[in-house]
């Protein structure tokens, strides 16, 4: 159904079943880099999350979502915003989604991965809950501030801002932004040189980033190990659902440039 249950229940699920991670976009940039950058095409997207299990990084992930919420009969929008992080370049690094009902709008996020949709009411503050996946909007001057805690991060929330003035953009400029992200030279994203993977379960978080695992658990406490890269392959397979072949094809780990931030 096109209303607040149904949203929410597709919220819930994307965030639970899709992952979000950097795979597709690794392998393509290890590889020939032939085509556009991997899981631009939602089509493309949802074909290889059903073959090998891979979600994706903002713009993919959320165009994806965001065509599923249209097929579903959302009055959906794709919708630019900023990751705030010192040293990363802001304007349009980010991709969302804006769900429109009865009057009200909702942002839906799929790298944020809240299990339900964020009301956004000029003025008012509003949260989707204080659990784990719960993200909170914070009015301001210019429209919303949205807090979230992204994997690892427990501590301090990093802010989202949606442009929301911009209003509604376009496929195509969701493919140019995350093209821009896979540029080597641009401080856009820190997706680029190394695997990264969250998998949002109802009552945990899983968080795979280089040779580190991070589990999540319900009362928010986070605990982080080193692992070899034999337990990773493991991890990947038998726990977050990614398929042997896209595991065997990932490129190796390069040194990090930036802090990691999102694209």
């Given at each position: 159904?096109?209303?607040?249950?149904?949203?929410?229940?597709?919220?819930?699920?994307?965030?639970?079943?899709?992952?979000?991670?950097?795979?597709?976009k690794?392998?393509?940039?290890?590889?020939?880099?032939?085509?556009?950058?991997?899981?631009?095409?939602?089509?493309v997207?949802?074909?290889?999350?059903?073959?090998?299990?891979?979600?994706g990084?903002?713009?993919?992930?959320?165009?994806?979502?965001?065509?599923?919420?249209?097929?579903?009969?959302?009055?959906?929008?794709r919708?630019?915003?900023?990751?705030?992080?010192?040293?990363?370049?802001?304007?349009?690094?980010?991709g969302?989604?804006?769900v429109?009902?009865?009057e009200?709008?909702?942002?839906?996020?799929?790298?944020?991965?809240?299990?339900?949709?964020?009301?956004?009411?000029?003025?008012?503050f509003?949260?989707?809950?204080?659990?784990?996946?719960?993200?909170?909007?914070?009015?301001?001057a210019?429209?919303?501030?949205?807090l979230?805690?992204p994997?690892?991060?427990?501590q301090?929330?990093?802010?989202?801002?949606?442009?929301l003035?911009l209003?509604?953009?376009t496929?195509?400029?969701?493919?140019?932004?995350?093209?821009?992200?896979?540029?080597?030279?641009?401080?856009?994203?820190?997706?680029?040189?190394?695997i990264?993977?969250?998998?949002?379960?109802?009552r945990?978080?899983?968080?795979?980033?280089?040779?580190?695992?991070t589990?999540?658990?319900?009362?928010?406490?986070a605990t982080?190990?080193?692992?070899?890269?034999?337990?990773?392959a493991?991890?990947?397979?038998?726990?977050?659902?990614?398929?042997?072949?896209?595991?065997?094809?990932?490129?190796?780990?390069e040194?990090s440039?930036?802090?990691?931030?999102?694209?």
């Amino acid at each position: 159904m096109s209303d607040l249950i149904g949203l929410n229940a597709i919220c819930a699920a994307f965030s639970t079943h899709v992952p979000n991670d950097n795979i597709q976009k690794r392998i393509w940039l290890a590889g020939g880099r032939v085509g556009p950058v991997a899981g631009g095409d939602p089509l493309v997207f949802f074909q290889n999350w059903l073959r090998h299990g891979t979600g994706g990084t903002c713009f993919p992930a959320n165009g994806a979502l965001c065509t599923l919420l249209q097929a579903l009969g959302f009055d959906a929008n794709r919708i630019s915003g900023a990751v705030l992080m010192e040293g990363i370049e802001q304007d349009g690094n980010h991709g969302s989604v804006l769900v429109r009902l009865d009057e009200t709008e909702y942002l839906v996020d799929a790298q944020l991965a809240a299990f339900r949709a964020l009301p956004l009411v000029k003025g008012q503050f509003a949260t989707t809950g204080d659990g784990i996946h719960d993200i909170s909007a914070m009015p301001t001057a210019e429209g919303f501030d949205v807090l979230w805690y992204p994997g690892s991060n427990r501590q301090k929330p990093l802010i989202m801002r949606p442009d929301l003035k911009l209003g509604a953009v376009t496929h195509s400029y969701f493919l140019a932004q995350y093209a821009l992200s896979a540029l080597r030279d641009r401080r856009r994203s820190p997706f680029n040189e190394a695997i990264f993977i969250a998998r949002h379960f109802p009552r945990s978080i899983v968080v795979i980033s280089r040779n580190n695992r991070t589990d999540v658990s319900a009362d928010n406490v986070a605990t982080r190990r080193e692992i070899t890269f034999a337990e990773r392959a493991r991890i990947l397979v038998e726990e977050l659902g990614i398929s042997e072949e896209a595991v065997m094809t990932i490129p190796p780990d390069e040194e990090s440039r930036f802090d990691r931030t999102t694209g």
